[in-house]
């Protein structure tokens, strides 16, 4: 059985990560969406919230399970015997930090293959910030996140704002 793990900060999950999900999900036995810490990012939403959003949007893909882990992703893998982790790659922008981050990893684990999937053209632009962004100023972000945490995202971010 192949494992794929598809890491990130998923602050929050948009319509783009689900694509990449969903895709891996097809080329591997298994795919594990797990909840990292980026030391370089402040998070909006709790653990809980993240994962929470990330299993009610992909409730309908068998052979997906969501985690969260507060450590390195090499240690994750090895723990969860993964052979793969799976990032998705919008532009040459995402490339150099992922490049990196990719060659760090294969440093730590040499076992762990990174594969980059590319972005659908129609989540080229998409990311958490602009989500947050939008839904912050009361704009309407049923397009950019996954249908079943449309109300809650804005809710949360919405009422957020009012602080
Ligand atoms: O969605 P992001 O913010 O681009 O995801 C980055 C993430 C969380 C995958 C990355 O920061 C990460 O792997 N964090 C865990 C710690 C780690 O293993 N860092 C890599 C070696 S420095």
Known sequence: ?????????????????LDIIRRASKLFDRVIVVVLQNTAKTSTFSLQERVHFIEES?????????????????DFCRIHNAVA?????????DFEYEFQMSLI???LNPEIETVFINTAQEYMFLSSSVVREVASFGGDVSRFVPEPISAEITEKLVKGGEK
């Open 85 to 93: 982790v799976v990032k998705g790659l919008r532009a040459v922008s």
């Open 58 to 74: 992909t409730k309908d893909i068998e052979n997906v399970t969501v985690d969260s882990y507060d450590g390195l992703l090499m």
């Open 1 to 17: 059985m192949k494992t794929a793990v598809c890491p990130g900060s998923f602050d929050p999950v948009t319509k783009g990560h």
């Open 105 to 107: 990893n294969k440093e």
